[in-house]
């Protein structure tokens, strides 16, 4: 049997979570993640953090 193919819209942390829920369910199935945003995923609450030097843009990522 193939495995299941999974389309998640959107690649904010709420389609990551939606990811790795799907991933923890289903170690097999194809997982794909569509983004309109051109950088990685990442935590935008920490984006002060990055402002005041606290954390660099590679450390938010999710």
Same mark, same amino acid.
């Given at each position: 049997? /193939?495995?299941?193919r ?5 690649g904010?942390a709420? +389609?990551?979570?939606?990811a790795?829920?799907?991933? #923890?369910? $289903? ?6 993640? =569509?983004? /309109? #945003?051109a $950088? @990685?995923p990442y935590y935008? @609450? =920490?984006?002060p953090? !990055?402002? $005041? +030097?606290r954390?660099?843009? +590679? #450390? !938010?990522?999710l």
């Open positions: 049997m /193939a495995p299941t999974y389309v998640i819209v959107g904010s709420a +389609g990551m979570a939606a790795q829920a799907i991933r #923890e369910l $289903d170690s097999h199935g194809a997982i794909t993640v =569509l983004s /309109a #945003e $950088d @990685p935008r @609450p =920490l984006i953090f !990055i402002v $005041d +030097g954390k660099t843009a +590679g #450390e !938010i990522g």
